[in-house]
């Protein structure tokens, strides 16, 4: 499974854009790209999933380059409720032993007013 | 659907006593996960589930830890003799695939256990 690596933590304004980068130097060619947000006391919660390109959604936009070596997150207007852990994820969906998703450490954003 | 639901929230148990988590996942689903969370080690995969049976098991700590999956809507998470050292919050996931690319799963509120 391809390892990850994103910054421990970030801090930001509320209504400003974050963007959460990470880096995936071994991803395969079957492999997506999946982040999650976990908030204190809940189970992570799914935001959004890409292969290349740009995928945008209700939630947030990912950014992923031609060599798809990392991907960004990018959170438009962040407000207090964003507060969370997000999670890179990198694997193959659901095959065999590459099916199962990997957690690494996650990023801490802290949003404050 | 009222998603993954988890039982109990929390549990405190002594030491050396048996205890039995309990998951139901969210109906028509195909894979469900079992995920230990402390903060030392983060979000760990424990065992998974496709179509009830058991696929890889090799984040189980130890053979203190079983977990089945008896039918479609209920698996179990058992540690016999439980420790210390097994306090965590033990999320439940569950997903569905059915012939897309998406790896959206579903967590649970996740179980609170304390072992004293």
């Known amino acids: 499974l391809a390892k990850t690596t994103q910054p421990i933590s970030m801090d930001s304004y509320e209504g400003q854009e974050v963007n959460i980068t990470c880096s995936h130097n071994?991803?395969?060619?079957?492999?997506?790209i999946t982040w999650y947000q976990q908030f204190p006391s809940q189970g992570p919660r799914f935001i959004i999933q890409?292969?290349?390109t740009k995928v945008t959604n209700e939630v947030a936009s990912l950014f992923i380059p031609a060599d798809r070596k990392s991907s960004t997150l990018s959170l438009p207007r962040v407000s207090l409720s964003d507060t969370a852990v997000y999670y890179c994820?990198?694997?193959?969906?659901?095959?065999?032993?590459?099916?199962?998703?990997?957690f690494g450490t996650g990023t801490r954003l802290q949003v404050t007013l | 659907d009222a998603g993954v639901i988890q039982s109990p929230r929390h549990e405190v148990t002594e030491m050396g006593q048996e205890v039995t988590l309990r998951c139901k996942p969210i109906?028509?689903?195909?894979?469900l996960f079992w995920y230990r969370q402390t903060m030392m080690r983060g979000l760990e995969l424990l065992i998974y589930?496709?179509?009830?049976?058991?696929?890889?098991d090799s984040g189980m700590p130890e053979d203190r830890f079983s977990a089945k999956m008896p039918n479609a809507s209920f698996s179990t998470l058992k540690i016999q003799p439980s420790e210390p050292r097994d306090s965590a919050v033990y999320f439940c996931?569950?997903?569905?695939?059915?012939?897309?690319?998406?790896?959206?799963?579903?967590f649970g509120q996740g179980t609170r256990l304390t072992v004293v």
């Open positions: 996931a569950s997903s569905f695939i059915g012939g897309g690319s998406s790896t959206e799963a579903f």
């Open positions: 071994n991803i395969a060619t079957n492999d997506y």
């Open positions: 890409g292969y290349k």
């Open positions: 994820l990198v694997g193959v969906p659901y095959t065999g032993t590459a099916s199962k998703l990997t």
């Open positions: 109906s028509g689903h195909d894979y």
């Open positions: 589930f496709n179509n009830n049976v058991p696929i890889d």
